[in-house]
């Protein structure tokens, strides 16, 4: 079981370039989330699913665009890159109610 | 909308005595999960412990426990025995048991905790 893999681990963009976060997961979880941190603001949900074919927003959704074609795969796009999106994106699973599975980040920096 | 606070930006204990995290949050709902999560150096988000607001006994795991106060609102972190590994950003949070919120986790800010040799 690998459990919740993010690629890549760091990432450096130029202001207005897209890219995608990718987020897989193989414990056939139900339920993904995409949060960030930020120093001093502690985790935030940007976008999640709650199933194949059904995403929601989260806290922060603004700039970013998911989609869940397949139960296992959860990827984040950026379509034009901004400053402000310099953080640490985490991905997490979960089935129903238990405790959120999360990946090991990936580390964003927009310049 | 619920709230989370964790009033300790940072904590300090030395090895092999006990410290308390605390963490207050503010919701509506009656049913609920809280939890504690660290964050060592390696960025990891680690499920520390969990509890259920329905349940009145406090949870346990091993050096970790807490004290979960629902009148008040009020769900400490206890870490007994410290070790030089439980240096960690250390994060609470709250997730409604069921409804529309029901997947989703509100953080605190967290509390950076340092374990002094």
């Known amino acids: 079981n690998a459990g919740v893999t993010q690629t890549p681990k760091f990432q450096v963009l130029k202001t207005g370039q897209s890219m995608t976060l990718q987020c897989a997961q193989d414990m056939n979880h139900e339920y993904m989330s995409w949060y960030r941190q930020d120093p001093g603001m502690g985790l935030r949900l940007i976008h999640y699913s709650v199933g194949a074919g059904i995403t929601d927003q989260g806290e922060v959704p603004n700039g970013y665009n998911v989609s869940r074609s397949t139960t296992e795969d959860f990827p984040l796009r950026l379509l034009s890159a901004a400053p402000s999106q310099t953080s640490v994106y985490f991905c997490?699973?979960?089935?129903?109610?238990?405790?959120?599975?999360f990946g090991d980040g990936t580390r964003l920096s927009i310049l | 909308a619920q709230t989370v606070t964790q009033s300790q930006p940072e904590m300090s204990v030395q090895e092999a005595e006990t410290v308390t995290l605390s963490c207050t949050y503010d919701?509506?709902?009656?049913?609920?999960?809280l939890f504690w999560y660290k964050q060592p150096p390696s960025r990891q988000m680690i499920l520390v412990i969990r509890q259920e607001a329905y349940k009145q006994q406090n949870a346990t795991e091993n050096r970790f426990s807490v004290n979960f106060q629902k009148a008040a609102k009020s769900f400490s972190l206890k870490i007994s025995d410290s070790q030089l590994g439980d240096t960690a950003m250390y994060f609470c949070a709250f997730r409604p048991y069921s409804g529309a919120g029901s997947y989703q986790l509100t953080f605190g800010k967290g509390t950076k905790l340092s374990v002094i040799p």
């Open positions: 997490a699973s979960s089935r129903g109610g238990g405790p959120q599975h």
């Open positions: 919701t509506s709902e009656n049913n609920y999960y």
